[in-house]
T-cell receptor
Framework: NAGVTQTPKFQVLKTGQSMTLQCAQD?????MYWYRQDPGMGLRLIYY???????DKGEVPNGYNVSRLNKREFSLRLESAAPSQTSVYFC?????????????FGPGTRLTVT | QKEVEQNSGPLSVPEGAIASLNCTYS??????FFWYRQYSGKSPELIMF????GDKEDGRFTAQLNKASQYVSLLIRDSQPSDSATYLC????????????FGAGTRLFVKA
């Protein structure tokens, strides 16, 4: 099993450009998440999807949109990139149903917006 | 006040010593608590979880939870240089979607 995969691993955008970060999991998990990680800030939740067909805002949703394409895939879109969106983005998944479950993380995407 | 607070460190301990990492949280409705380890440039990986008051041991790791004090800690016994990493405390609560809040992390250095 590959676990959680993310593409691309690295990306450089100019201000105003758009892009989509892709995430897929092969663990049959119901819930998927997008986080950003900035120095000294820990992981901050952007959006999450508790189950296929549902999405909800997290702590820092502004400037982002998401799509839960199917149970496996959860994408994050930046419509008009800004330098403040320079960060490392992690996708994660978990088996929903209990607050005790752990999250499994993808390898991350390092995004730089110039 | 941040919902989950950790000392950013760095915490430096000699090889073989006990490393003690601490975390406080603000929401009394929090249900379960996790410690993730993150090596530089890598993604977080779970090392411990705890949801009942008291201690939970797994090998060299012990998680301690005190819900009355809203405090969770991680002890690493016989610290090794390979334990050098950032340790993230995470707190789960059911707010209609099992929201997880992460602390900013504590950097640990184990000196050989």
């Amino acid at each position: 099993n590959a676990g959680v995969t993310q593409t691309p691993k690295f990306q450089v955008l100019k201000t105003g450009q758009s892009m989509t970060l892709q995430c897929a999991q092969d663990m049959n998990h119901n819930s998927m998440y997008w986080y950003r990680q900035d120095p000294g800030m820990g992981l901050r939740l952007i959006y999450y999807s508790a189950s296929e067909g549902t999405t909800d805002k997290g702590e820092v949703p502004n400037g982002y949109n998401v799509s839960r394409l199917n149970k496996r895939e959860f994408s994050l879109r930046l419509e008009s990139a800004a330098p403040s969106q320079t960060s490392v983005y992690f996708c994660a998944s978990s088996d929903q149903g209990s607050a005790k479950v752990e999250q499994y993380f993808g390898p991350g995407t390092r995004l730089t917006v110039t | 006040q941040k919902e989950v607070e950790q000392n950013s460190g760095p915490l430096s301990v000699p090889e073989g010593a006990i490393a003690s990492l601490n975390c406080t949280y603000s929401d009394r409705g929090s249900q379960s608590f996790f410690w993730y380890r993150q090596y530089s440039g890598k993604s977080p990986e779970l090392i411990m979880f705890i949801y009942s008051n008291g201690d939970k041991e797994d090998g060299r790791f012990t998680a301690q939870l005190n819900k009355a004090s809203q405090y969770v800690s991680l002890l690493i016994r016989d610290s090794q240089p390979s334990d050098s990493a950032t340790y993230l405390c995470a707190v789960n609560r059911n707010t209609g979607g099992f929201k997880t809040i992460f602390g900013a992390g504590t950097r640990l250095f184990v000196k050989a």
